[in-house]
């Protein structure tokens, strides 16, 4: 006697939704995730609901309509044909930032000095934290997969000094005057790597398109070689985009803060062209300027 085990794919949500997160004021906002293919989801928050099926890779997506502002912690709750079948909760509604680039957007607090002094002021529930994995994800071509940085447990951390401790002091201290300033919930995204190159951040075509940037495409590049500080050729051109940028498109965002340069200084003649390609390339990435 022969018999068939049936696995039936569990409905997910895409690993940046959890508890704790911002979702994006005054814009749609993309929720996506998977579940067995032909599985009619629906998604409930603040009042709404929005349904989508999972094609035949098991992929869904919904748009949740423009919300405003609101610092009442609120839960998103999923559902499939049969029922209730998870939740996230603490979700506040906000502006959402990128913060990516080399060392300086990716020093964390607890390297400066000034730590000691401010720790105890980083203590704030309306900022939000999601980190990506500390030094980056490299990846020869663009993948969906996200690598969070185990400090933050898989998820999103409401701002308190131990996580503060582990994140970007350049992204922490802009996040907090934001804040304050604006008086709506923050969420900030870190993506960085130290001593890159803005070659590494941008997309294979758009490379592929410029004949200015074939030295960086070419053999000769010595990024195109493992090392020490090279490991599974991160620094590679387009590896940190496919892998640390592209996992979080299309997660809805106000902008992006970015804070590179120093490793393109021996073609700073080329910069002006190199940062006009990466802002048009993730603007096209995300759908929107």
Partial sequence: MISALVVQAEVKLNGMFTDNMVLQRNQP?????????????????????????????????????????????????VFQVSG??????NLLVGDVWLCAGQSNM??????????????????????????????????????????????FN??????????????SATAGFFGMKLQRGLGVPIGLLYANRGGTQANMWMTREVLEANPDYARFLDASNNNWKPSKKNPDFIRAPSYLYN???????????????????????????????LMGDLITSWRKEWGYD
């Fill in 106 to 151: 990716a020093q964390t607090m607890n390297r400066y000095l000034i730590w000691d002094q401010v720790k105890e002021e980083f203590a704030n529930d309306q900022l939000r934290l999601f980190k990506i994995k500390e030094g980056g994800v490299g990846s020869p071509e663009p993948t969906k997969e996200l690598v969070i940085d185990p400090v």
């Fill in 243 to 273: 892998g640390t940028i592209h996992p979080l498109a299309p997660f809805a965002i106000r902008g992006a803060i970015w804070y590179q340069g120093e490793s393109d200084s021996q073609w700073s003649e080329l910069y002006e062209e």
């Fill in 29 to 77: 906002v993309p929720v996506w995730g998977t579940a067995e293919p032909g599985e009619k989801v629906t998604i409930e928050f603040a009042g709404r609901k929005k349904t989508a099926v999972a094609n035949e890779a098991g992929e869904w997506n919904v748009l949740l309509d423009p919300m405003k502002a609101s610092s009442q912690p609120r839960k998103l709750n």
């Fill in 154 to 167: 898989d998820s999103w951390q409401a701002c308190a000094p131990e996580f503060a401790a582990e994140f």
């Fill in 84 to 89: 209730f079948k998870l939740q996230v909760s």
